[in-house]
């Protein structure tokens, strides 16, 4: 369900603050969702792109050469992640295994480039490489 439709039909159903995630890449999403009826915005793949994060080269790139898909193939519990290749194959095999146990079983590939689990939103190609302090500052501005 689209985040639009999302955060007016929980915040008029609940009686606690809503917080919007997913998407959200910028003051003018902060700025949508909090219009929505959310009393705060949570931003994740934004800050993937900053210095501070520790994502990998490989994962950076993974995120902004490929669409995202929610699966189960990895790590036996759906996440969105970019889709590589390697995360196609693992698509179009056999059921994945329990969690943690499908994990357990990618783990030794999970330090080769190309073969990891590169979680991301559908936002990652709006991406912004700059330290986190400059992001926020950025974010608050837009909103």
């Known amino acids: 369900m689209p985040l639009a439709e999302l955060v007016p039909a929980i915040a008029g159903a609940v009686s606690i603050p809503v917080i919007a995630a997913g998407g959200i890449m910028d003051g003018d999403g902060i700025a949508a969702a909090l219009a ?13 792109f900053c210095p501070e994060s520790g994502a990998s080269a490989a994962w950076r790139q993974a995120l902004r050469e490929h669409e995202t898909v929610v699966t189960p193939a990895y790590t036996g519990r759906p996440a969105r ?8 194959e693992l698509m179009a095999g056999p059921e994945p295994l329990p ?6 079983v990618v783990a030794p590939l999970r330090s080769r480039d190309g073969y990891g689990f590169y979680l991301g939103g559908t936002g990652a190609a709006r991406g912004r490489e700059v330290p986190a302090a400059e992001l926020v500052r950025t974010l608050a501005f837009e909103t």
Do not use: I, S
């Open 81 to 88: 992640a970019a889709r590589t290749p390697f995360l196609d």
């Open 36 to 48: 929505l009826g959310a009393e705060a915005a949570q931003l994740g793949t934004a800050f993937l």
């Open 99 to 104: 969690y943690p146990l499908q994990g357990a």
